[in-house]
């Protein structure tokens, strides 16, 4: 078998319509049908498309492992004179500091800028630049046409494409302003300059040729990019983005909101550094045991949440999430469910003023809830029909309904009771609604007898109700005419500081005729109303048959250790006939959970579980064969249909690249390189799927590369950037690096191959030629679109009518910014298809 220009020559036989790759065709495919065949290297295209997006993910976990290594820097306190002319001690922000201990700050060994231009670039950019690589020594080191195109292409679709989506991941005014701008410049005016000198080289230099001193100063100027970066980053040569005057911490904890003061702003953010510790957590906790409903392992989810996103992200940590999204993996981020994500946001975003009601499950915003009105009733033999209570509250802006069945006591249904199973429908804002129950009078002595009432769902109503606590009542028949003595059960109870409340049962016996209601009050003690716990006086009514009421007294969790303390309530002033019984009086004592400390350490513990749930990678190659066999790593709860569908699809390559040595390894260097060369080959096959596939639908392999691969190898950054954009507080996640990526694949995906294939044919005595015509005019499409987009984001940057932002802003704005740059990438693909097909011929 052997390659033409316009087809694949084989032995025996007529030569195969398309040119054969550096792998592909494995089978002889020339008797295929065009059709089929074509399907056939669609979905090849597709699902090798997810299966370098998974390895990229195992690539990038390697890389994040790498660069995140950090050092200790211990910083003695400084001392400041006072009026006197004496020396005070600067208080540290670093809770629990004392005044003799230096402050141990956590760095990162790699910095940020350097790291986002090369390791990191490489871990987003490998399959474009490895294309190109590949591509170039696969063909004896002769320039193709799908690496080169597949980077231009990239380029436009990242910074036109990606913005855009960016721009419609934000809802209503919401903005996002790029943080470092300056670096954002230099990077800017970096990609700007590759591009123009890739003209350059291409068209006016030497057109046709590229020599090795182009390709040479082509490769070099990626360290002079990552040099001026880090200048710029450091505040070298007046380039600097930060006021060294505004203190560190302004920058670890992010911007004031209003009035709010630093010391507010350090007490919001809880966890500095994103660095888990005892107090921070206690701070933590105490705030969050404001909300009623939650309990520990609540907390200790909402304080992974916390730590996550308290700590510094990359667009690769982003890009990371987006893979696992699109292929069901393990997440790397806490899932929250509404209760608790309503609880997050408030905590996020709001000043500490009022602590707003945060129900507990169920959702009473969204459902109706719908129980009795007692958990039990009393009612006499002889009663015949009465009514039962049946009340819904939560959302009453529909018609819901539920079902209602008897369930056999020692009652039995037609001796003692007439069954029921029937429907109840409440209607828009009704509230109430009575259930007739009917009592059999068999005219003969009988011991007090109960059956049940039930409520359930009705399985084929799609309607947004719930059931509430009390949705089984106990209906006891009784031969009794009195109203009863009220009293509670018992004289003392016990409830642990933790639990946030406490229930207190109070009975109705000899007798449940007639309405009747008791007062009660609490009444300090060693617990203080307002601070241990929240009392007062109220009013409990029992109707006619309900024999037990409870009191519910709100306990302050002030997550202080400290002694036992007690209350206790008083039930006095009975009416409707009923009077108070002997015990009219309980004592309520609130411990301090025997083990404070214990209780901290089990938060701990929990919410290192929860972190250690969603880190980026697996400690093991156990863990990681394992994680990469169950669908979301094996976080079955939060799985759903889809994600599934996602697992079954990339099942194969999950499993296949966990036998990847894991990145705790060696630093992750093993991972890293191994991965890497996987990259290679798995770029290898997608360039010659696509060439193949190109020639199959009649596509030239230019225009192949600047659609269908471009695309294909970005999406992970396109889900990548929206995360960043809606998780963030910046632009520079979502598409600040986006110019940073565009001047390193140049650099680097043009650079390293043509300096290579420029020495092999300067040993050969040869030229290295790179037709000029289809990709120089590509590039200088790309150019004028780059430059339109960054004036215009840079534009929106100052301008109120775009909110003073790069990224959303109002919706006027923020469409029309859409709309600019779609028609730009349109027009660049349609002016490049017309020129790549010769309908318009431009020479320069």
């Not at 597949?150 to 910074?159: E, H, M, P, Q, R």
């Not at 030239?700 to 929206?722: F, K, N, Q, R, Y």
Request: proline share 3%; charged share 20%; hydrophobic share 45%.
């Amino acid at each position: 078998m052997s390659n033409h220009s316009h087809g694949t020559v084989y032995a025996y036989g007529p030569p195969d319509i398309c040119r054969a790759g550096l792998i592909l065709p494995i089978l002889d495919e020339r008797s295929w049908n065009v059709t089929f065949r074509t399907i056939i290297y669609t979905f090849g295209l597709l699902y090798f498309f997810l299966g370098v997006a998974i390895l990229t993910d195992i690539f990038m976990a390697s890389i994040e492992a790498i660069t995140s290594k950090t050092r200790k820097i211990y910083v003695s306190k400084a001392k400041s004179k006072n009026l006197n002319g004496n020396y005070n001690m600067v208080t540290s922000v670093v809770a629990g500091l004392q005044e003799d201990e230096p402050e141990v700050i956590e760095v990162r060994i790699w910095n940020d800028t350097v790291a986002n231009l090369t390791l990191m670039a490489l871990g987003t950019s490998a399959p474009e630049i490895l294309l190109s690589i590949i591509e170039t020594v696969g063909h004896n080191f002769e320039a193709g046409p799908l690496g080169p195109g597949t980077i231009v292409g990239s380029a436009a679709y990242n910074l036109l494409v990606i913005t855009s989506v960016c721009m419609l991941a934000l809802s209503g005014n919401d903005t996002r302003r790029i943080h470092r701008l300056k670096v954002f410049v230099v990077t800017g005016l970096f990609s700007f300059f590759a591009y123009i000198w890739l003209f350059l080289i291409l068209q006016v230099i030497s057109v046709d040729v590229v020599e090795l001193w182009e390709s040479v100063v082509t490769f070099l100027l990626f360290p002079i990019l990552t040099i001026f970066a880090y200048a710029a980053d450091k505040g070298w040569c007046g380039l600097g983005v930060i006021s060294k005057s505004k203190s560190k911490q302004q920058l670890e904890l992010g911007p004031l909101r209003g009035d709010e003061t630093e010391k507010e702003l350090a007490e919001r953010n809880f966890f500095k550094d994103g660095k888990l510790d005892k107090d921070s957590l206690v701070k933590f906790v105490r705030e969050v045991k404001k909300y009623p409903g939650l309990t520990d392992e609540d907390a200790a989810v909402l304080a992974a949440a916390k730590l996550i996103n308290s700590q510094p992200h990359s667009a690769m940590w982003y890009r990371i999430g987006a893979v696992r999204t699109i292929s069901a993996g393990r997440r790397i981020q806490p899932v929250l469910d509404a209760r608790l994500q309503q609880v997050y946001n408030v905590i996020k975003t709001e000043k500490k003023t009022e602590v707003p009601e945060i129900r507990p499950a169920p959702d009473m915003q969204k459902n109706a809830v719908i129980e009795f009105n007692s958990a039990t009733i009393a009612v006499k033999e002889n009663i015949g029909k009465f009514a039962v209570t049946i009340w819904r509250h939560g959302n009453t802006e529909n018609q819901v309904k539920v079902r209602v069945m008897t369930i056999d006591g020692t009652a039995r249904k037609d001796e003692d009771y007439i069954a029921i199973n029937e429907i109840v429908t409440f209607e828009k804002n009704q509230r109430e609604q009575q259930l007739i129950v009917e009592i059999v009078n068999d005219n003969k002595w009988e011991p007090n007898e109960e059956f049940f009432l039930r409520l359930s769902l009705l399985r084929d109503e799609n309607q947004n109700v719930e059931l509430g606590r009390i949705s089984i009542m106990e209906v006891t028949i009784i031969d009794d005419e009195n109203p009863g003595i009220v009293l509670f059960e018992k004289r003392g109870t016990v409830v642990k500081e933790s639990a946030g409340k406490v229930s207190v049962g109070v009975t109705r016996v000899k007798g449940s005729d007639g309405d009747i209601s008791v007062k009660w009050k609490t009444i300090d003690k060693s617990a203080i109303s307002g601070k241990d716990y929240e009392g007062g006086t109220g009013e409990l009514n029992f109707k006619h048959g309900e024999t037990f009421r409870s009191i519910e007294i709100p306990i302050t969790n002030d997550l202080n250790p400290e002694k036992d303390e007690h209350f206790e309530i008083e039930l006095f002033d009975a009416t409707g006939g009923a009077r108070v019984g002997r015990i009219n009086r309980i004592a309520v004592t609130i411990t301090n959970d025997d083990d404070f400390y214990n209780m901290m350490d089990r938060l701990m513990a929990k919410t290192n579980v929860n972190i250690d749930a969603i880190r980026v990678h697996s400690e093991t190659w156990t863990m990681q064969i394992r994680e990469a066999m169950l669908v979301k790593g094996g976080d079955i709860a939060n799985a759903a249909c889809s994600d599934y569908i996602l697992h079954f699809f990339s099942f194969f390559w999950k499993v296949l690249f966990s036998f990847i040595p894991p990145p705790t390894i060696f630093g992750g260097w093993l991972c890293f390189f191994i991965s890497l060369v996987g990259i290679g080959f798995m770029t290898a096959i997608i360039a010659d799927l696509a060439t193949i596939f190109g020639c199959l639908v009649g596509l030239e392999d230019t225009m192949t590369a600047i659609t269908l691969v471009a695309m294909g190898t970005s999406l992970p950054d396109t889900l990548a950037s929206c995360t960043a954009v809606l998780g963030g507080k910046f632009a520079d996640d979502a598409i600040g690096n986006i110019n940073g990526s565009n001047a390193v694949n140049v650099f680097l995906g043009f650079g390293l191959p043509w300096t290579l294939a420029s020495l092999y044919h300067g040993w050969k005595g040869t030229s290295f030629i790179v037709p000029s015509t289809g990709l120089g005019f590509s590039v200088l499409l790309y150019s004028i679109c780059a430059i339109i987009a960054t004036i215009l984001l840079l534009a929106r940057r100052n301008l109120a009518v775009f909110g003073k932002a790069e990224i959303g802003g109002p919706p006027a704005g923020k469409y029309s910014t859409v709309a600019i740059l779609i028609v730009l990438w349109v027009l660049y693909l349609v002016f490049s298809y017309f020129q790549i097909h010769g309908i318009i011929n431009v020479n320069f």
